[in-house]
């Protein structure tokens, strides 16, 4: 199994500003996702980090909103740009483990903006 | 895109009885059959999954049970303890060489003691 290592665990932000989430991974993986979890929800697919190009996002989110990077295979970022109210919500790292094709998911980074 | 329901969307039992929770998906692509549970705060963790080329897995006290056809899968936990209680989330996906979980609304399940 891989260990999924997120930072900030849990942060306050206020409106307007941007918050960068790492994600470190202790192994190689074939591919690292990124969901957003509502308290209480379940879990959405905010986009699939390719390593070495742009991530590929899903319908409802956009790279201008949310930029990721992934400059390596074991490391991944994500951007909350501009933050309001709305996007207070648990942020998690996930990821695609060999040879098994498991997906692990980080212990997730818990935002409130106020 | 993959519409993924469960049912029940809560689930409480007594200790020691069994439990089923239900998942049906709509992507008649989808290969690769996941059952999650999330304790309040923490990650969600995989705790069985199933390939579509096999019908029934088991592990202990949790099985999965696949049905292609129907599009439907299910997670059977036997001897329920308390420390089962949980959220429990279905995320059925299509291996196009990276899987894109899609998940379920969740089940809450309660174990009384």
């Known amino acids: 199994s891989a260990v999924i290592s997120q930072k900030p665990s849990r942060d306050i932000c206020q409106r307007g500003t941007s918050l960068t989430i790492q994600c470190q991974v202790d192994s190689q993986v074939t591919m690292m996702f990124w969901y957003r979890q509502q308290p209480g929800q379940s879990l959405t697919l905010i986009a699939t980090?390719?390593?070495?190009?742009?991530?590929?996002?899903e319908s409802g989110f956009v790279i201008d909103k949310f930029p990721i990077s992934r400059p390596n295979l074991t490391f991944s970022t994500l951007t909350v740009s501009n933050m309001s109210p709305e996007d207070s919500s648990i942020y998690l790292c996930s990821a695609q483990t060999p040879p098994s094709d498991t997906i692990y998911f980080g212990e997730g980074s818990w935002l409130t903006v106020v | 895109g993959e519409n993924v329901e469960q049912h029940p969307s809560t689930l409480s039992v007594q200790e020691g009885d069994s439990a089923v929770i239900k998942c049906t998906y709509s992507?008649?692509?989808?290969?690769?059959f996941p059952w999650y549970k999330q304790e309040l705060g923490k990650r969600p963790q995989l705790i069985i999954d199933?390939?579509?080329?096999?019908g029934e897995k088991k592990d202990q006290r949790i099985a999965v049970t696949l049905n292609k056809t129907a599009k439907h899968f299910s997670l059977h936990i036997t001897e329920t303890q308390p420390e089962d209680s949980a959220v429990y989330f279905c995320a059925p996906a299509t291996n196009t060489g990276f899987q894109k979980l899609v998940f379920g609304t969740g089940t809450r399940l309660l174990v009384s003691p």
């Open positions: 199933i390939r579509s080329n096999v």
């Open positions: 992507d008649s692509a989808s290969n690769y």
């Open positions: 980090a390719n390593q070495g190009s742009e991530a590929t996002y």
